[in-house]
Structures are given as structure tokens and as C-alpha cells.
């Protein structure tokens, strides 16, 4: 049996996980695009690598090399980037939650299963 007081303090959270619902799903949507690019980058990273194995396999040795220094090192900066983008958007995301936990006056620990929660409730 629960507590009615966590009960009131559940109501409370999710009202005020409900009062941050577009900067939730502005900074979801800004995961999923940034999630998109990491995957555009491994996969251009991927080409760039297949290139040099089979330069490496045709024993195109200066072609390996020339490949090294163009596709693979720009695809990877590329990699890196998008990486860092979405770690900048997580970031933000993350101090969302900060904030509806600080309005609520609990811990981020109480309010990220919330909004996960939540977010899954509107998936479904």
C-alpha cells in the first residue's frame, strides 16, 4: 500500500512534468535528429574504412594512405561532431529535469523515472 503523501508528491511531480511537456518533446525531438546525424556519420565513416580495406586488399598501399588523410580523418571529425551534438542536446535535456525537480522542490532522482514514464505514456 502506498503512502497518500507520495501519492500528493507523485500528483505534484507529474503536474509539474506536465507543465514542461513542450520542452520536453523540443529537446526528445532534438535527440532524435542528433541521433540521426550520429548515424549518417558511422555510416559515412563505415564507406570511408570499407575504401581502405579494399585498397588494402588490392594492395593499393599509397591509396591507403591518400584515403587515411582525406575520407577517413574528415569522416571521423564529422563523427565527432555529431557525438558532441548529441551529448549538448543530453545536456539539455538533463537540465529540463533539473528544473521540473527544483519547481517540484524533490530530487532528479524522483523526477527521471517520472518523465520517463510520461514520455512513454505518450508513445504508446
Known sequence: ?????????????DQTVAGYADKLNDANMA?????????QAVDTL???LDKVEQCLNNRQYEEV???GYR????????LQRTMG?????????????SDIAMDAK???EQVAPLVEKWEQSKHR
Open 1 to 13: 500500500m502506498t503512502n497518500p503523501s507520495d501519492e500528493q508528491e507523485t500528483d505534484r511531480i
Open 31 to 39: 535527440l532524435a535528429i542528433e541521433s540521426a546525424g550520429v548515424a
Open 46 to 48: 563505415r564507406k570511408a
Open 65 to 67: 594512405a591518400n584515403l
Open 71 to 78: 575520407d577517413v580523418s574528415s569522416e571521423y571529425i564529422f
Open 85 to 97: 551534438s548529441l551529448l549538448s542536446k543530453a545536456h539539455e535535456r538533463s537540465a529540463i529535469i
Open 106 to 108: 524533490v530530487a532528479y
